[in-house]
Structures are given as structure tokens and as C-alpha cells.
């Protein structure tokens, strides 16, 4: 078969690298791809957002079969108009997809259906908003309504920062027309849970859950940004966890989107916090988590292709979904100043055809170019995702950092506690 995958990060090259083990696939094309993705795809200088182009790239290159992995054109509809060109396509419809393009949406869908979150009111008045931050003091989350590259969340610590944050998203448009609204939240304490699902509609099948690791600097400091690192399996989803889970979250949300008319195919992301009062959804997604996807895909052990057709077609229910009994852990390798202001053009050493000799970890490409002459070099915020699997959690930390060590480029940042919280709740389960 000949696919296209559309997006350009680390996640993208996770999907690859997984679609690649099918004997059924014999070609990958990817729009617009990477220095590291050219390796391993057919890569072409086309938009993930540009949506008559892809579907135009896909009906001139014959493909087969398409798997839409960004937010942005999974909200735009690229998955419906690739199947009015005949097109099946892995990933939600535009409907399907505002479970993530606004959390306006995804707050009023729980409230309506009982899925248990955080308490929140929407504003789309800037002193309305203010008023409520100083009624209702610190620390409070304050979130853009619509898609903001994982960076529109802000857990004020202080009300002079939540002002802030309402006045960036509101007045100074930060996110543009997707910080006209807000939503304003109670504070959740506790563990982060990041759990992938399969779902049809109908069945759903979550995939090994993952630790996240948002902020920028050690010791969860700095601000927020798409991902600096990950692990599999978190230890704090417990099987007894994972069964509340199922019976008060995951079930629940596919039955509501079923409800409101949405019906989610998919990969639906479910962003949890385990509170003294049981797990709570932080956040949806509607498209596999980036950087979480480089850590559970290159545990799973059943064809990925298979799945994503099974999806597609409604009949998940009758694969069998396998994981290694393994643990992976994924160290990402950013340029320094992100999520600010950053150099590109950055020459990357270490890397022999874009990945490391001696096979002991694996790299995938998020933010870099390859030149005419064959080097590359950096091209984005978060460059490149280390990451090693093992049978254990401490053995996987350190093989990540071991393989990390051996990449270098100018101002290279990446943070040095990544899976320290795993294994601290693994001592204390202890």
C-alpha cells in the first residue's frame, strides 16, 4: 500500500517508523515532512494546513490510505475531504474534532455528560474575566478557547499572572481569534496521566499511558511548552485507576460525542490529573500527543496499519491491540530559548543518515532541515526526540540520557529529570 502522512514533527516520525514494520506498506509519503522523516518518506514541501493541496498531492500520487496527525487540519477537515476524493483517512471529522479545537466545547460537553473535571466559567469579555481572577484569587489555570500549539494554558501561580494571561489571550490576541474567549478553571492538584485511545465510536482501546513533562527547566520550572520529554508506562496509573478510568472518562466521552451527533474515529488523548477526589481530564486532544507518542508507539506490537484501518472502518473490536512489557523514556532536545525566541540553521553533529550509531536508542526528527550539501541543521523549537526502551523504567532513563549525550548542536537545551517523578511514585509504590 502507499500512504501519506500529513505533519512535520517528532510525532509524525513516530508514526512512520511504526507504519514502516508493516509488510502491507511499501511506500510512505509525507507532507511536509523533515530532514529526519526524508529518511525514511517521501517528503514534499506541502502545507499540513493546506487542505485542497494534500488532497490533491494524495489523488496525484495514488495513495492509498491517509493519516491526518495534527491538530490543525484535523480541525480545518482534512479527514472529510479526503474521503469525498475517495480517500480513507486515519483521524476525527471537523465535528469529531472540536473536542480539541475548543475547550469551550470540550468544558460544556463534560458538564452536560458528568465527566468529571475541573470547575471553570467562559468569558469573552476581558473585565468580566479580570473581575472573576481577583473574586476568585490564585492559583487558577486560565486557558485560550481554541488551538494555541500546546502553549495557551497558563497555571497562574499569582492573580497578577493570571491577569496576564487573560490580557495576552484577550487584548494582545497572543493566539489570535483562538484567545477571544477564555476559560478560567479551578487549580487540580495532583499526578499527570496522558493516555492515548484507539477509538471507532464504539470500542475503545487506550494505549500504554504516559508521563508528560511540560515545563521548560528541571524541577517542573519555567514556562510551559509542547513537551520536553516523556515515559511509559506512568506509574501512577494503576490498574485500579485505569479501571475508573474506563467506567467514569473514556467510555463516557465516546458515548457523548456519539450523543451530540460527533462520532469520534480516531485517536482521542485524554490529559488526566489523579486528585485526592479520583481522575480528572485536564484536557482532550484529538490527534496522537506529541512528545507521548514517541514513547508508546515503539511499544506497541500489533501492526499499526491494521489498527488505524480497523478504526477507520468501525471494527476495532476485532483486533487484537499488543504491547511490549517494556518501559521507554524520550528526552527532547530543543533549542535554547524555546518556547521563546530561538536560532534555526543550527548544524546538528552526532547523527550518522539522522540517527545514532550502535542502535542503543532512537531518534526521532521534530525541528530540523536537511541542505543541498546533506548536513542538518536545526529548524525549530524542539529539534529532536531521543528515546530507548528497556525492561525497566531506571535502565530506559538512562540509556535515553546515555544516546542524548552524543548529539550536539550550539545552544542545545534539553532538561536532565526527565522520568525523575516516575520514579519517585515507583519508590514510594514500594
Known sequence: MK?????????????????????????????????????????????????????????????????????????????????????????????????????????????KYGIPTAAYEVFDEVDAALEYVRRRGAPIVVKADGLALGKGVVAAATVAEAERAVKSAMVD???????????IEEYLEGPEISVLSFTDGNTIVPMVSS??????LDGDQGPNTGGMGTVAPNPYYT?????????????????????????????????????????????????????????????????????????????LSEVEVRWADECACCVILASGGYPGAYEKGLP??????????????????AGTKRLPDGSLVTNGGRVLGVTALAESLPEAIERAYAAAGGIRFEKLHMRRDIGARALAALGERR
Not at 278 to 286: A, D, L, W
Not at 348 to 360: D, H, K, N, R, Y
Open 348 to 365: 546538528i553533529m552526532g547523527l550518522e543518515g539522522g540517527q545514532l550509531p550502535g542502535g542503543e536508542a532512537e531518534v526521532f526528527h
Open 239 to 315: 490498574p485500579e485507576v485505569a479501571a475508573e478510568c474506563m467506567e467514569r472518562i473514556f467510555l463516557p466521552t465516546v458515548r457523548a460525542m456519539n450523543a451530540e451527533g460527533r462520532p469520534f474515529r480516531g485517536c482521542l488523548y485524554f490529559g488526566l490529573m489523579l486528585t485526592k477526589d479520583g481522575p480528572k481530564v485536564i484536557e482532550y486532544n484529538c490527534r496522537f500527543g506529541d512528545p507521548e507518542t514517541q514513547v508508546v508507539l515503539p511499544l506497541l506490537r500489533t501492526d499499526l496499519l491494521d489498527i488505524m484501518e480497523a478504526v477507520t472502518a468501525g471494527r
Open 3 to 111: 500512504l501519506l502522512v500529513i505533519g512535520s514533527g517528532g510525532r509524525e516520525h513516530a508514526v512512520v517508523r511504526a507504519l514502516k514494520k508493516s509488510p502491507r506498506v511499501n511506500e510512505i509519503h509525507v507532507l511536509p515532512g523533515n530532514g529526519g522523516i526524508a529518511e525514511d518518506a517521501v517528503c514534499a514541501p506541502v502545507s499540513a494546513t493546506d487542505v485542497e493541496g494534500v488532497v490533491a498531492y494524495a489523488r496525484a500520487h495514488g495513495i492509498d490510505y491517509a493519516v491526518v496527525t495534527p491538530d490543525d487540519p484535523l480541525c480545518l477537515g482534512m479527514v472529510g475531504a479526503l474521503g469525498e476524493a475517495g480517500i480513507p483517512a486515519f483521524g476525527p471529522d471537523r465535528r469529531a474534532a472540536e473536542i480539541e479545537g475548543s475547550k469551550v466545547f470540550a468544558k460544556g460537553l463534560m458538564r
Open 173 to 183: 490576541r497572543a493566539f489570535g481569534d483562538n484567545g477571544a474567549r477564555v476559560v
Open 211 to 216: 508521563m508528560d513533562h511540560k515545563r521548560a
